[in-house]
């Protein structure tokens, strides 16, 4: 074979075994860019959401105003970034519909803007929530009122597969489910309470879980944010005025700028690190392992975004669990073990009281891909 032949040879070659490599880094990398957002005025059309005691405001125009801001924000300071709305004027979209709009779009971030009301009008405050099981009475009364807008759908029973959304009983496949976007859910949710601190309604009532139906069929991360107490006056009158709207827009713009380039740098690190690791195999070189560095197995059973209290509810009184700081996000585990097999046979036991959990492996103090 004459030497050129014989080069072109092995340049195909080399290109064969590097080119589909590079395409699946970029695929890695690009998976956690944001490319499309979906964002969800909460109710509309026959369906008001809460109105305030005076009978003049209603949530559905407070939440179709803040999400074409919110939106607008988006599209001129990204124009690459496709923003998607469920509705965009006063009507009603079921909610069923409004996760299928999401999906339908392979949406990278889904934002449902609602507003808040209690019996008690002295209750006020910004909240955002992931789905999740709720943990408190509270969060109980949030979800049963945003989900009872099922009722006026037709024949919602089927739809919903005979979900009640005021029997208790009906929440209970929310505890069974493992949302495998919940991480990423939390920690933007974490960036819009940040934000909402700032103002312009200032009381924090944290990042919760709860049984939402809007986001329960989602397959991406989601949210939905109560932007305040429409019951409460104080918080009602920032809800209904322009200035108002338009910092919760802001705000909510500003935790989406800070969730992206979190979710961009994670992308560049998994660029680079799929690219030596793929081409050192190719080299047959095997990876080193520090011999100082501590390794072992555990069993992750939560994330959240401020550390808790030891033996704390969400714990569920573990006092064993320890925590490894990746970001914001707190990530509680149990145990040290040597193997995989050890830990997934603890995990079996943790499941009970803890659905959403899985092994981890951590090395050197950083959780292992
Ligand atoms: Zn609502």
């Given at each position: 074979m004459p030497l050129k032949s014989k080069l072109t040879n092995i340049i195909v070659l080399v290109l064969m075994l590097v080119f589909p490599l590079c395409v699946c880094a970029q695929e890695v990398g690009d998976a956690l860019r944001i490319k499309t957002v979906v964002i969800d005025p909460g109710h509309g059309g026959k369906d008001p959401g809460a109105i305030a005691r005076n009978g003049k405001y209603k949530e559905k125009d407070i939440t179709l105003s803040v999400a074409l801001k919110l939106g607008n924000m988006i599209k001129a300071k990204y124009p690459d970034i496709k923003v998607i709305y469920?509705?965009?004027?006063?009507k009603y979209v079921e909610l069923s519909q409004r996760a299928a709009i999401a999906n339908r779009n392979k949406a990278d971030l889904f934002i449902s803007i609602h507003v808040n009301s209690a019996k008690a009008t002295q209750a006020r405050g910004t909240e955002t929530f992931v789905m999740g099981?709720?943990?408190?009475d509270d969060n109980f009364e949030v979800c049963k009122t945003e989900n009872?807008?099922?009722?006026?759908?037709?024949d919602y029973q089927t739809k919903y597969a005979g979900?009640?959304?005021?029997?208790?009983?009906?929440?209970?496949i929310f505890s069974l489910l493992q949302n495998m976007h919940q991480e990423q859910s939390i920690k933007y949710a974490a960036h819009v309470q940040g934000q909402f601190a700032k103002g312009p309604v200032t009381v924090n009532r944290g990042v919760k879980q709860g049984g939402l139906l809007v986001l329960w069929k989602t397959t991406m991360p989601a949210v939905l944010t109560e932007?305040?107490?429409?019951?409460?006056p104080k918080d009602c009158s920032v809800l209904v005025s322009k200035s108002g709207q338009e910092q919760f827009a802001r705000r909510l713009f500003n935790a989406f700028e800070a969730y992206r380039k979190e979710m961009e740098k994670g992308a560049q690190i998994s660029d680079a690190s799929v690219r030596p690791e793929t081409l050192e195999q190719d080299k047959g070189q095997t990876q080193s392992v520090e011999p100082e560095e501590e390794e072992f197995y555990a069993v992750q059973i939560l994330s959240v975004a401020k550390q808790l209290p030891k033996g704390a509810y969400d714990l569920r009184g573990r006092k064993d669990a320890k925590f490894i700081k990746v970001g914001n996000l707190y990530k509680y585990y149990i145990g040290g073990f040597s193997s995989r097999q050890e830990a997934a046979a603890e995990l079996a036991r943790l499941r009970k009281s803890f659905p959403g959990a899985f092994v981890i492996h951590i090395k050197g103090n950083k959780i292992v891909k």
């Amino acid at each position: 074979m004459p030497l050129k032949s014989k080069l072109t040879n092995i340049i195909v070659l080399v290109l064969m075994l590097v080119f589909p490599l590079c395409v699946c880094a970029q695929e890695v990398g690009d998976a956690l860019r944001i490319k499309t957002v979906v964002i969800d005025p909460g109710h509309g059309g026959k369906d008001p959401g809460a109105i305030a005691r005076n009978g003049k405001y209603k949530e559905k125009d407070i939440t179709l105003s803040v999400a074409l801001k919110l939106g607008n924000m988006i599209k001129a300071k990204y124009p690459d970034i496709k923003v998607i709305y469920t509705r965009s004027t006063d009507k009603y979209v079921e909610l069923s519909q409004r996760a299928a709009i999401a999906n339908r779009n392979k949406a990278d971030l889904f934002i449902s803007i609602h507003v808040n009301s209690a019996k008690a009008t002295q209750a006020r405050g910004t909240e955002t929530f992931v789905m999740g099981a709720h943990k408190s009475d509270d969060n109980f009364e949030v979800c049963k009122t945003e989900n009872s807008v099922i009722v006026i759908e037709d024949d919602y029973q089927t739809k919903y597969a005979g979900f009640d959304p005021n029997s208790p009983e009906s929440y209970i496949i929310f505890s069974l489910l493992q949302n495998m976007h919940q991480e990423q859910s939390i920690k933007y949710a974490a960036h819009v309470q940040g934000q909402f601190a700032k103002g312009p309604v200032t009381v924090n009532r944290g990042v919760k879980q709860g049984g939402l139906l809007v986001l329960w069929k989602t397959t991406m991360p989601a949210v939905l944010t109560e932007l305040g107490f429409i019951s409460n006056p104080k918080d009602c009158s920032v809800l209904v005025s322009k200035s108002g709207q338009e910092q919760f827009a802001r705000r909510l713009f500003n935790a989406f700028e800070a969730y992206r380039k979190e979710m961009e740098k994670g992308a560049q690190i998994s660029d680079a690190s799929v690219r030596p690791e793929t081409l050192e195999q190719d080299k047959g070189q095997t990876q080193s392992v520090e011999p100082e560095e501590e390794e072992f197995y555990a069993v992750q059973i939560l994330s959240v975004a401020k550390q808790l209290p030891k033996g704390a509810y969400d714990l569920r009184g573990r006092k064993d669990a320890k925590f490894i700081k990746v970001g914001n996000l707190y990530k509680y585990y149990i145990g040290g073990f040597s193997s995989r097999q050890e830990a997934a046979a603890e995990l079996a036991r943790l499941r009970k009281s803890f659905p959403g959990a899985f092994v981890i492996h951590i090395k050197g103090n950083k959780i292992v891909k």
